[in-house]
């Protein structure tokens, strides 16, 4: 049986749920049918034994000349154009790689000759000893510098591997600067990498820009802490030189990434040093950018002086002609500006963003995008979030913002979770948690969350998460933490009778509930509060909540109804709110209801996966072959709300494909069982 290519389409239904982007699986394999399934049966980035062994077996079919061509080619990712080919092949022997064209492991165009699937030529390089590798890699350095103007990409890529240190140097600095002005952030990690490992064979002043443009990338990859220690080397290396504003600029950029790994106050004092050193340097540019950064800082942190710092800053800024601090300015002043309504706060975010986009300041497109989901979430505006998370993180993803892309992720979570897809949010949340294992001070914004759900169905370990999430917060000082953990440990008080804890959140959260956008926390905290007999019933609070399920059945159980508080049971035990159903069910005995409804989740307690009664439905017709967009007809729901009932059934049942969860679902010991 012939198979053709399956389309980038059918990839993504293959690879929903298990961590693959259907674009990059499908650039990886062509959409190879085999290549596909077997990429999804191990992690991404590995190449599978069985795909290896399919290759190389091939490979070996070939003649001795062929084999060694293709070894050549296998060094070199993407296409390779004829010039170069014929360098590397000692002329016009492009003859010997007419088999592997015939047997379909190449292709040719008009521009050149690449492999026919990038996981095949994956395979046969990491066959090939290290030795070798790094001989082939070589061959090609010497071909592109006898080019009259040689690729400096391919030059650092194939230099970091072929151990020319010389080449990386010389290449590799520039080429990391240009990529980052392109927005292209994993190649400008990739070569400030490779020339930070030879930093010490270049000037000091050298090496310290190297360094500094190193612990910057590093920064874009989430790669907090390995930042935070590149950057401190960049700042020392800066103080030697007596360069007040290279110096001074490198302290601003290291204040940020304090920030970032959690230690607030070691950011606060290095950006008041950065302005200080700055201002007595006398530059005026540098003066502005240290300034802007020092009136981030204490907007983050809720410091009162926030708002006044950032408008010096706009003045300095404006003066010097520096429009992407302008930007700045405006994302940190819809945070520290007083006196703001939602419509305000929203507005200045979204000029912010709509400058950086426009002058192509990625970066503070890139924090435009999640300060402003971050807002939308607080505000309760979810088709707006909606359509915020969709753009941005198709942004922060084509350019390698890989912890803005964290934070908008999260926010994608909590989306779900405040619409009722409690297993979609809980699923991915867990999945950032496990995938990031130091994610720095965003730690603040996944892990209270997930602890939230674990709470509210009832799991004890709920407790302590939010109990540390708490004490990290008050630490951090950030308003999202504060809210997401304060909130979260104040609704666990709530659902466990811990008025003690309850009390304990409201006392921390008083010097921060006047906080510029506060006002929606601050409810959410004293609605929950009031539920736990802290304060005195009295008008309802402007809730954060857009008419979310779990808050529409809590507050008719709060409204004194007997059939309201019965319909709100209902509505509990169809989310899985396994504690807050208990308090009704308390509540509605007490008041001397015998018909008090037993719920339906015995069904998912029974369910030896832990699956849902819909998710055990899911699970059924997807193991008879349908895919999500006919199950979604077939149950009359949407295509989404599928893919996330396929994405919690694959983590539940410990499966990486939906091909294992359909073999799961049909072997006769489970389908008995199940």
Not at 209 to 234: I, M, S
Not at 313 to 327: F, I, K, N
Not at 361 to 368: I, K, N, V
Not at 647 to 662: M, N, P, Q, T, Y
Request: aromatic share 6%; glycine share 10%.
């Amino acid at each position: 049986m012939l198979l053709r290519p399956l389309s980038v389409t059918a990839v993504g239904e293959l690879a929903a749920g298990t961590g693959w982007r259907a674009a990059s699986l499908h650039d990886l394999t062509a959409g190879n049918p085999f290549f596909v399934t077997e990429a999804l049966a191990v992690a991404p980035g590995q190449v599978p034994a069985t795909v290896a062994e399919a290759v190389l077996a091939r490979v070996r079919r070939l003649d001795p000349a062929c084999q060694a061509a293709l070894a050549q080619l296998a060094v070199v990712p993407g296409w390779v154009d004829f010039a170069l080919l014929e360098q590397l092949l000692d002329g016009d022997h492009l003859d010997v790689l007419v088999a592997a064209e015939e047997q379909g492991m190449l292709r040719v165009r008009a521009d050149g000759v690449g492999f026919r699937h990038e996981l095949a030529r994956q395979a046969i390089e990491a066959s090939l000893p290290a030795l070798r590798r790094r001989m082939l890699h070589r061959a090609v350095i010497a071909a592109l510098r006898r080019q009259d103007r040689p690729d400096p990409t391919r030059l650092v890529h194939h230099a970091a591997r072929g151990g020319d240190a010389g080449t990386v140097l010389e290449y590799a600095p520039g080429a990391g600067r240009e990529a980052a002005a392109a927005g292209s952030h994993r190649q400008a990690l990739a070569h400030f990498e490779a020339a930070a490992a030879h930093a010490d064979r270049l000037p000091p002043e050298q090496s310290a820009a190297v360094l500094d443009g190193y612990a910057w990338e590093l920064h874009n990859a989430h790669r907090f802490g390995a930042a935070v220690a590149v950057g401190e080397r960049a700042v020392a290396g800066y103080a030697g030189l007596g360069d007040a504003v290279a110096h001074g600029q490198a302290l601003v950029r290291l204040s940020r990434l304090y920030y970032l790994v959690g230690h607030t106050g070691q950011a606060e004092r290095t950006a008041r040093a950065s302005v200080d050193t700055l201002e007595q340097a006398g530059s005026a540019a540098a003066t502005a950018f240290a300034v802007t950064n020092h009136g981030a800082i204490l907007a983050l942190v809720g410091d009162p002086g926030a708002d006044r710092t950032l408008s010096r800053a706009s003045e300095l800024a404006e003066r010097a002609g520096r429009v992407d601090l302008v930007e700045l300015c405006l994302n940190y002043q819809s945070l520290a500006g007083p006196g703001l309504d939602p419509d305000g706060r929203i507005g200045l975010l979204r000029r912010s963003l709509d400058l950086a986009l426009a002058h192509g300041h990625y970066e503070h497109a890139a924090r435009g995008y999640t300060n402003l989901g971050e807002l939308l979430y607080r505000y309760g505006r979810l088709e707006e979030l909606e359509r915020c998370l969709a753009d941005g993180l198709a942004f922060t993803r084509d350019r390698g913002f890989w912890s803005h892309s964290y934070n908008l992720e999260v926010h994608a979570c909590l989306l779900r979770m405040r619409r009722g897809d409690w297993a979609g949010a809980e699923a991915g949340l867990a999945a950032l948690i496990e995938r990031d294992e130091d994610p720095g001070m965003l730690r603040l914004y996944a892990e209270p969350q997930y602890a939230r759900l674990l709470a509210r169905r009832g799991a004890p370990e709920a407790g302590p998460l939010l109990e540390a999430a708490w004490r990290h917060a008050l630490a951090q000082r950030s308003l999202i933490g504060l809210a997401y953990a304060g909130t979260g440990l104040m609704e666990w008080a709530w659902l466990c009778g811990r008025t003690d804890v309850a009390a304990a959140v409201l006392d921390g959260w008083r010097p921060h509930s006047d906080r510029p956008g506060a006002e929606p926390v601050d409810a959410e905290l004293r609605r929950y509060a009031r539920r736990a007999g802290l304060l005195a019933p009295g008008e309802p609070d402007i809730s954060n909540v857009d008419d979310g399920p779990y808050e529409r059945a809590l507050t008719l159980a709060d409204s004194g109804a007997l059939q309201a508080a019965v319909e709100a049971v209902r509505m509990l035990d169809e989310l899985g709110a396994i504690a807050a159903a208990r308090l009704v069910r308390r509540g509605l005995r007490r008041r001397g209801v015998r018909t008090v409804p037993r719920g339906p989740l015995a069904a998912t307690r029974a369910h030896p996966a832990g699956l849902t009664r819909r998710q055990a439905g899911v699970l059924s017709l997807l193991a008879e072959g349908l895919t999500n967009a006919e199950i979604a007809t077939k149950l009359v729901l949407s295509v989404r709300t599928v893919d996330r009932h396929v994405a919690s059934i694959l983590d539940k049942l410990g499966v990486s494909s939906r091909r294992e969860a359909a073999a799961m679902a049909r072997s006769p010991a489970n389908a008995a069982a199940w």
